[in-house]
């Protein structure tokens, strides 16, 4: 079945830094991708979702970028502030069932 | 919209107690699941509902745990004899039929068995 391997598991940056978090997927066919934020004691709160068809998407401040030829889907937070500390999970979609990566501790120290 | 719905937000157990967990997804959304969050395991997949019809419970541990959605409004996670190692964030998540790439979820209920 689809395996996905979320990277780096902890990630700290400066206020105003980038962050760079990383999924890799096995299965070609996989139509749909997503971003998803937790923080402490909640749900998960989608960001953003891209379907397979689409190499890049930016939307208030994130970019989603996709390359199908190396299975990888990224997720770059510019300029991150304190308020990004979170856990990010990466997701892919194929039918009805998704697959999260294990997710990336985000800490964004002022 | 108040989103996903999950009732209670904290539940403690004693071993062997049964649990009842309450979930009512966004209206008008077909689409139901259930997860489990551990940090050891993660986000895991236990039951998928699409039309209050159970479709996919792979990821149900088969002997104690059990899922039903008797109307649109409200889907229930019941687990018998409840054994420590079930203590786990349980997440419900919903989504409407045409859109695969998003779903929308509770805040989830930790369930704590002692």
């Known amino acids: 079945g689809e395996q996905v391997e979320q990277r780096p598991p902890h990630l700290s940056v400066r206020e105003g830094d980038s962050a760079i978090i990383i999924c890799t997927y096995t299965d070609s066919a996989t139509a749909y991708f997503s971003w998803y934020k937790q923080e402490a004691g909640a749900g998960l709160q989608l960001l953003m979702s891209v379907l397979s068809n689409v190499d890049r998407k930016e939307e208030q401040g994130l970019t989603v970028l996709l390359n199908k030829k190396d299975k990888r889907l990224s997720l770059n937070l510019t300029a991150a502030h304190p308020g990004d500390s979170a856990v990010y999970f990466c997701?892919?979609?194929?039918?009805?069932?998704?697959?999260f990566g294990k997710g990336t501790h985000l800490h964004v120290l002022p | 919209n108040a989103g996903v719905i999950q009732t209670p937000r904290h539940k403690v157990t004693g071993k062997g107690q049964e649990a009842t967990l309450w979930c009512e997804p966004i209206s008008g959304h077909s689409a139901v699941f259930w997860y489990r969050q551990t940090i050891v395991q993660g986000l895991e997949f236990l039951t998928y509902f699409r039309n209050q019809a159970p479709i996919d419970d792979s990821g149900m541990p088969k002997e104690r745990f059990s899922a039903q959605m008797p109307n649109q409004s409200h889907s229930t996670l019941k687990i018998q004899s409840t054994q420590p190692q079930d203590s786990a964030v349980y997440l419900c998540a919903s989504r409407s039929l045409r859109n695969y790439a998003e779903q929308f979820f509770g805040p989830g209920t930790r369930l704590t068995v002692l």
């Open positions: 997701a892919v979609t194929n039918a009805y069932k998704v697959i």
